[in-house]
């Protein structure tokens, strides 16, 4: 049938099963969002307060459900506000499109009006990216760009589509999507023998996983093999939810603000496995100590990642799920008691610990959210203090069920992706951990989750200052702070109320409960203004550049 380009990229969107879109209109996409109008009972758009919750909505939806998120901007300012959002899910291999329009093509390189080179800007932190110039290679690009966002490891893609293409007409033909297959060419029978020998011969095996088996799917075959070679297993924060946090093996999150346990274990093994993680300088602080008695058996998807940031003695290259599968069937039930009863004594000896007393405490806070959530809601979070109370003090009972910036770090990620994950998983209870400097760069997004519909509880962990910037400066500082005190006088109570949220404000452990029952209760737009003390901090930590013979724990802080 002969259609316009835009109603043919609204045919491509619904052939790829979209049925939400998050974006903001202008001028360059204008055709694009007439033909959306046309077909608003078929895809949900959300508009959102700025592009760039926009990219972040899009992100925590694709990380909620498993699908590619979808974004939309207009051109010049409107795609350049999404790069971060296209960076941090770059960064964190998150499948999502990014759709951009720009100038008419007799106008591009000409410094026109709100013109600019996306695709150029984009190109380092996504998967790949277009410019469609021609309308009759439109459709075609459109389902290029999902099956390459999904395909292997995951990540963004960007299309660049000029104006006129949006207003040229072709003809269209309505295909199926092209079947994603899971990565098993480069599984050798050789790299499979290998990795069996070497965890035959294991003693003291540990598991470190990490994003990677959540995006393969691959949390059963994950717990079944950490069963079949009786190894404990620690997760990076990207893989969290990957295993159940109640899992006896399970000895927490690895790495700068990991678990003691964790941290010594890998020390202590000889064969560290590492399945879908990449080594990042968050866990492998300190290359030249880091799991110094240990062999390195790497399972990833990407061979990009083998030898990159820590040599390995063997790998695997493939899909998480279809190398667990294979070495299920293939490895011979083990049993480590002496290495699993050293684990269970370190878990005992080296618990997460806070000072507890009167006062409110972040921790306490994400113990008694894990506690009535039941593992059961969906927590995002922004980047700082809270973000690693929110991976140290909750438990995850599933995966996709906690959504964080992991590589980037990107302040002001959380309520965005919340939002997404909320269109996404209507049927969960979602929080956006904040802190208040991150609130301050994304609270407009209240707006979004209002006006839409979308219910997201914020609990704002107020300290009134930039908490982890601060952690540093006091401790590696000599306490100069600079510039992170924030000096605002902004009521964000009455803040919430200007958005039509419904405010809470906590001051007491007592008031904790009270305030998170009534949030879930009221399925509403929720901010839990929550005070807590200015130098609170988070422990365990390893220092910058050093190892985990050099962690500082709460009892060394407290003792120091």
């Not at 969002?33 to 959300?46: F, G, P, S, T, V």
């Not at 959210?369 to 995002?380: D, H, L, Y």
């Not at 906690?402 to 302040?411: E, K, P």
Request: proline share 4%; hydrophobic share 40%; glycine share 8%.
């Amino acid at each position: 049938m002969l259609l316009n380009g835009s109603e043919i990229l609204v045919e491509c969107l619904k052939e790829q099963g979209v049925d939400i879109i998050f974006g903001y209109p202008g001028g360059s996409v204008l055709n694009i969002y007439d033909a959306l109008y046309k077909h608003r009972n078929e895809i949900k758009h959300y508009l959102t307060s700025h592009e760039q919750g926009a990219a972040h909505a899009a992100d925590g939806y694709a990380r909620a459900t498993g699908k590619v998120g979808v974004c939309l901007a207009t051109s010049g300012p409107g795609a350049t506000n999404l790069v971060t959002g296209i960076a941090t899910a770059y960064m964190d291999s998150i499948p999502m499109v990014a759709i951009t329009g720009n100038v008419a093509l007799p106008l591009l390189g000409k410094d026109s009006f709100q013109e600019v080179d996306i695709a150029g800007i984009t190109m380092p932190v996504t998967k790949h990216n277009f410019i469609v110039k021609d309308v009759n290679k439109l459709a075609d690009t459109i389902r290029r760009a999902f099956y390459i966002a999904k395909e292997g490891r995951p990540g963004p893609v960007l299309v660049d589509i000029t104006k006129d293409v949006t207003a040229a007409m072709a003809e269209y033909e309505r295909k199926e999507p092209k079947k994603v297959e899971r990565r098993v060419d480069d599984i050798t029978d050789g790299d499979i023998k290998k990795a069996v020998e070497l965890i035959k011969s294991s003693e003291r095996p540990f598991v470190y996983a990490g994003g990677g088996v959540i995006s393969s799917d691959a949390s059963e075959e994950l717990v079944e093999f950490i069963d079949k070679i009786d190894a404990p297993i620690c997760l990076s924060a990207m893989g969290l939810g990957g295993v159940p946090s109640y899992n006896e093996r399970f000895t927490g999150m690895i790495g700068m603000h990991g678990t003691k346990t964790s941290n010594l274990l890998v020390n202590e093994c000889d064969l560290l496995i590492a399945v879908g993680a990449r080594f990042s300088d968050r866990v492998a602080t300190n290359i030249a100590k880091f799991a110094p008695d240990a062999k390195v058996l790497h399972i990833d998807v990407d061979a990009a990642e083998i030898n990159k940031n820590v040599n390995a003695y063997s790998s695997v290259i493939g899909d998480c799920k279809e190398v667990l599968k294979i070495l299920n069937e293939r490895v011979e039930i083990a049993e480590h008691k002496e290495w699993m009863e050293k684990v269970k004594a370190y878990k005992a000896e080296f618990p997460l610990k806070y000072a507890e007393g009167n006062e409110l405490k972040p921790q306490y806070i994400m113990e008694r959210i894990s506690e009535i959530t039941k593992g059961e809601a969906i927590i995002a979070t922004e980047v700082g203090q809270h973000q690693m109370w929110a991976c140290q003090f909750i438990d995850y009972k599933y995966p996709r069920h906690f959504l964080t910036s992991g590589g980037l770090g990107t302040m002001g990620y959380g309520l965005g992706a919340a939002i997404g994950a909320k269109a996404g998983r209507p049927d969960k209870v979602v929080f956006n951990i904040a802190g208040d400097g991150c609130f301050y760069m994304n609270n407009i997004e209240l707006a979004t989750s209002v006006a839409n519909d979308l219910p997201v509880i914020v609990v704002l962990i107020n300290n009134h200052v930039l908490g982890m910037v601060r952690q540093w400066q006091n401790m590696f500082y000599d306490a100069r702070y600079s510039n992170t005190d924030l000096d605002k006088a902004t009521d964000f109570l009455k803040l919430a109320e200007a958005y039509k949220a419904v405010p809470f404000n906590v001051t007491k452990p007592e008031e904790v409960d009270d305030a998170i029952k009534k949030a879930i209760e009221l399925n509403k737009t929720c901010v839990i203004n929550c005070e807590i003390d200015i130098d609170e901090k988070v422990f365990p930590m390893i220092p910058a550049g050093k190892s985990a013979d050099d962690m500082i724990t709460f009892d060394d802080f407290e003792e120091n």
